[in-house]
């Protein structure tokens, strides 16, 4: 299953919350350039398989893989050394900073390195361009559409040029238009850009997009 | 740094009331204390300087034993002629002294040829005594501003009651040490206002006419009293001087001599600790104020904010930014606070300045109050506001370093 061109890999990954068992032995693989979907039910685990597989959150049993490195019992402070340098987020609700503008924003992961200022702007005002936001830059999150922050998000994501981007229901948030939209940005970053992508989402329409779909139920990954 | 900065700057102003309301509830505390300790020290300081520089001078010397006894001014405690000339010249080598003077000290009878009381005086060189203690002059009310041999200073209340003016004739009468009596005449130079504290209502003569009175065969000195060039190195030019005295003087375990400073001779050293101890405790509430409000703000602030942390923390913003982040925050309100509460403090002390406000020390009237804040104090008093709003942005700002990422963006 470890074969070399697989960039994420899970194995008997298990997590419960007390008694209750949320992810309950799940093995999976994500090959470089691959756009795969996690289709389930709300409250299945869909999203905390994610964080496990993103290093944002420790399971109870097994191990992951991100880029051949095991993140399951790496420190905070590594794992978020990690996840700036190879991982991008988009999730269902934005999670734009509110008192930072778009640009801003963007650049957010940028920070903690040494960088100039006006070096941060311009890798920001880039990707912006890419997403067609050139004319909101200085605008702050409360100043844009729902589609609009969704594409900040996405670029922000972007930045670090992430090895793998993990999408918890991009479109959750979103109309069907501006949510096809959104998907249509995703699929162009994949195929053109040859980007991996992790997408979980409760719409089984939306995950066919996808090279592979895999489904899950109750905690497991059927197939 | 800068961008946490910026980022920080920004929360604090998204909340823009309740930041103005605690920098605000910061300022009040810091223009509380900066007038309090102008108001207080510039009081402290006209006491300390009425005292010192009307009466007592800033250290006095004596021969072991008579400051205990002081109330009944013992002949039989005076230093000799010779010890007395040996401090004189270990005083004058001194660099940090500004001037010394010999006194002889003595209790008699003040008569008017009509009726007697009693009378404390001081037998001084009046240059050097107008020079050790210079309100001295400023407490003369009538008369000449100085006295020459076979001339006096009385006090008002006596001058008063015995119904003496400028120019009168009266006659002192004391017991020598021996325990003969002796009288002189004198010619009244001048009326003086008393001052609080022990000595307050002495008069003054010339030291070689009290020498005369008292019949003494060679120059006895009851104390002497020095001023120093620097008030504010009282105690290093204390120890000096002590050490000094001591070199000179010290036989084995024996020290013929004892030395104080103001604070060991006048009550109102007490009062100048008690006005101390007031400034300490105002301090510390300003310390409390500044404490609870950033502590209470930040508390808030982070959880209110506990997605953005966690989005911080997802996209891979290290816990100790985070942190610093916080403390920025925390950092920024104690500046804000301390820079409006600067600000308004001086104004504040300046409008009392300008206002001429006076007080009553005793018999003095009209002291003016110069509130005045010196700038160590003032240096002091910011870096407290602004220590205490990190420290207490440290609890809030680890917690929200310490956020697990996950659990901060599962928050609703
Ligand atoms: N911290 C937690 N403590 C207890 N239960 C949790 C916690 N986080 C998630 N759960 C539960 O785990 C189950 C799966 O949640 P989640 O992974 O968010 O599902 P999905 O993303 O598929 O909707 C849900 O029943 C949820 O209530
Ligand atoms: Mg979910």
New binding site residues.
């Given amino acids: 299953m470890n074969n070399k061109s697989d960039i994420l890999v899970g194995i008997d990954l298990t997590k419960t919350?007390?008694e209750?068992e949320?992810v309950k032995g799940v093995s999976l693989a994500v090959r470089e350039g691959e756009f795969v979907s996690l289709v389930?039910?709300?409250?299945?685990?869909?999203?905390?398989?994610l964080s496990i597989l993103s290093g944002l959150e420790h399971p109870t049993h097994g191990q992951a893989f991100l880029t051949g490195k095991e993140i399951t019992g790496a420190s905070e402070d590594e794992l978020a050394l990690f996840r700036r340098e190879n991982v991008g987020f988009i999730f269902q609700s934005f999670n734009l900073i509110p008192t930072l503008s778009a640009w801003e924003n963007v650049a957010l992961p940028l920070f903690p390195m040494q960088m100039s200022e006006a070096e941060r702007r311009r890798r920001a005002t880039e990707l912006l361009d890419q997403m067609e936001l050139s004319h909101r830059l200085e605008h702050l999150p409360a100043a844009l559409s729902g589609g609009e922050k969704q594409r900040v998000a996405i670029a922000r994501a972007l930045i670090n040029h992430p090895k793998i981007v993990f999408a918890?229901e991009p479109t959750g948030n979103l109309d069907t238009a501006t949510g096809d939209a959104i998907m249509a940005i995703l699929n162009h970053l994949h195929r053109q850009k040859g980007m991996t992508i992790l997408m979980?989402t409760?719409e089984p329409e939306l995950a066919k997009t996808a090279d592979r779909v895999l489904r899950?139920q109750d905690g497991e990954v059927l197939s | 740094m800068m961008n946490l900065f910026k980022i920080a700057l920004r929360n604090l102003l998204r909340y823009k009331r309740r930041t103005l309301l605690t920098a605000s509830l910061i300022t009040v505390g810091v223009v509380f204390v900066l007038v309090f300790v102008a108001v207080s020290g510039s009081f402290k300081a006209m006491m300390i300087g009425q005292i010192t520089d009307a009466m007592l001078g800033h250290i006095q010397i004596h021969k072991q034993g008579y400051v205990a006894s002081i109330d009944n001014l013992p002949l039989n405690l005076n230093l000799n002629a010779k010890t007395a000339a040996r401090i004189d010249e270990i005083l004058g080598s001194q660099k940090n002294i500004e001037a010394s003077s010999p006194r002889l000290k003595f209790g008699g009878l003040f008569s008017n040829f009509v009726e007697s009381t009693n009378i404390r005086l001081n037998g001084i060189y009046p240059d050097r005594e107008f020079k050790t203690v210079p309100l001295l002059t400023s407490r003369i009310s009538e008369g000449r501003k100085t006295i020459a041999k076979g001339e006096i200073l009385i006090p008002a209340l006596l001058a008063k009651g015995m119904k003496v003016k400028v120019g009168d004739s009266v006659v002192i009468v004391a017991t020598n040490k021996d325990g003969s009596v002796n009288g002189k005449q004198f010619v009244v130079a001048g009326i003086m206002e008393g001052v609080t504290g022990p000595g307050g209502r002495d008069g003054y003569v010339h030291i070689e006419d009290a020498a005369e009175v008292l019949r003494m065969p060679e120059l006895e000195i009851s104390e002497v009293a020095v001023r120093l060039k620097d008030f504010d190195r009282l105690q290093p030019a204390f120890q000096d001087i002590r050490k000094q005295l001591e070199t000179e003087f010290r036989k084995g375990d024996k020290f013929p001599l004892e030395i104080h400073t103001w604070e060991g001779l006048s009550p109102f050293f007490n009062i100048a600790r008690m006005l101390d101890i007031m400034t300490f405790f105002i301090k510390l509430m300003l310390v409390a104020l500044v404490l609870i409000s950033v502590l209470n703000v930040m508390m808030m602030a982070v959880y209110e904010r506990i997605r953005e942390i966690g989005t911080m923390a997802a996209i891979g913003t290290p816990p100790g930014k985070i942190l610093l982040l916080f403390m920025m925050e925390g950092l920024s309100l104690g500046v804000l606070g301390t820079i409006i509460g600067g600000g308004v403090g001086l104004l504040l002390l300046f409008i009392l300045n300008v206002a001429h406000i006076t007080f009553n020390f005793g018999q003095q009237q009209g002291l003016l109050l110069q509130a005045y804040v010196n700038p160590m104090d003032f240096v002091t008093i910011a870096v407290i506001v602004i220590l205490v709003s990190v420290v207490a942005s440290l609890q809030p700002a680890f917690k929200a370093s310490r956020m697990e990422p996950i659990?901060a963006l599962?928050h609703v």
């Fill in positions: 919350y007390g209750l949320v389930g039910k709300s409250g299945c685990g869909k999203t905390t398989l918890d979980v409760h899950m | 659990v599962r």
